[in-house]
């Protein structure tokens, strides 16, 4: 069985002749090269996996010939041959990507355990590059569905974006895909290789945020026990996806602006000053050009953000696309889950299509899993789906009173009551009213399960917790 093709580079035909029969025994393909430049002609002609390369040639020194096929784009594993004479020369190697070296006079047993090792990793390798490739063929393009204008405008930009660095600013609401959208943008572009980080910033404590994106150093501040590396350096060379930044705190708008324009940043409590290259893409479900006008988001930051914005509908403004996405979605959950699902009757694709959807394209996902693992046939009919029922805030009536009708009283009462008085805080001043004892008595009814009450809310669970700890709820048991 061949394990594999390997170049053995050396100028001594008895060592070549050694190890060639060596590995051959082992199951290996073997070529052999007696200097750097035939070593360098079978390189270019040929694939090896692993390359034993004596560090003193006569014509090319073992450390050029790495370093020249490195450069012209080998991908091979390099074991250096070295005697202790020419020890730093192989630390310089090993420095330089060599995967290890062995020392003269060779140890048969030792160089089989190497290759063995160099082997392995680089089966690990080529597993792990053939998932990257599978998972950069499921954020093809073609894997985003619709045909609606709005979508259609969407397509023709992230087409014009992906092989650019423009900073991208996603909006939409909860649900809409943006994350998809990114992902889709990074797969797509000549950074698909590298890493593509996520930082939900509504997710992230405000006080830790900043060492989540920077690092911090070794006790910067109570509890850095040890150095930590931020998003910025761990997407190194790929895209930094922000999510929910309009939740980013004002004071760190201004260290993120300053990554921005200068692409440098230093870490939390350190004066090294470090390069970012990465692609930045943000997105939020907010309302940032109002966040601006309220001096909760800085007006050069949501521009330097905002040179590619990309619009993403709800649902609700893109129904004809439902029967696409219906279809898109069962195909996926028969390919993902192995579900029984064929379709859905003609009924249900109505009753789907007349749906609100405020979860938007998400909820729209999670209704058809929902549907296919519950349903006792191949079809799903109108009895299979559970969709939130269409409530309204208008429809509960207090005291022969609608909360419509309720809330103008209370307002005109206050009006009355504080005219002549200089007033700047009412919009927040009523929605803590409103959300104050809408969050509570959601977690009493939910016996304090906040997974539950976000559902119930219709809100993320972040967002939530979030709300939580802004208005000093304590969360009751019923």
Known sequence: MN???????????????????????????????????????????????ICLIDINLPDVDGLTLMKEAKESGVDSSIIIITGRATMQNAVQAMKNGA???????????EIAVLVQRAAESRRLLDEFRKLKHEVKKSFEPGNIVGESAAMQKVFKTVGQVV???ATILIQGESGTGKELIAKTIHYNSPRWNKPFIAVHSAAVPRELLESELFGHEKGSFTGALEKRIGKFELAEEGTLFLDEIGDIPLVLQTKLLRVL????????????????????????NQDLERAV?????????????????IYLPPLRERKGDIPLLVAHFIEKIRRDMGAQISGVSPDALRLLEEHTWPGNVRELENTLIRAAVLSPGPILFPKDIALHPKESLAVPELDGLS???????????????????????LYSLV?????????????????????????????NRNTLRKKILELHITPKKG
């Open 3 to 49: 394990q594999g093709k390997i170049l053995v580079v050396d100028d001594e035909e008895s060592q070549r002749l050694i190890l060639k029969r060596a590995l051959e025994q082992d199951g290996y393909w073997v070529q052999t090269a007696e200097n750097g430049r035939l070593a360098q002609a079978y390189l270019r002609e040929n694939y090896f996996d």
């Open 163 to 165: 092989n650019t660095d």
């Open 261 to 284: 324009q200068e692409k440098e940043f230093s870490r939390v409590g350190g004066r090294e000053i470090l390069k970012a290259n990465v692609r930045i893409l943000a997105a939020t």
């Open 293 to 309: 006008r309220e001096k909760k988001f800085r007006a050069d930051l949501y521009f330097r953000l905002k040179v590619i914005p």
């Open 403 to 425: 909360l419509e009708e309720l809330l103008h009283h209370k307002l005109e009462d206050y009006f009355r009551r504080t005219e002549g008085v200089d007033v700047d805080n």
């Open 99 to 109: 995967f290890d070296y062995v020392t003269k006079p060779l140890d048969l047993d």
């Open 431 to 459: 929605v803590e009213r409103v959300e104050r004892p809408l969050i509570e008595l959601t977690l009493k009814k939910t016996g304090g399960n906040q997974i539950r009450a976000a559902q119930i809310l219709g809100i």
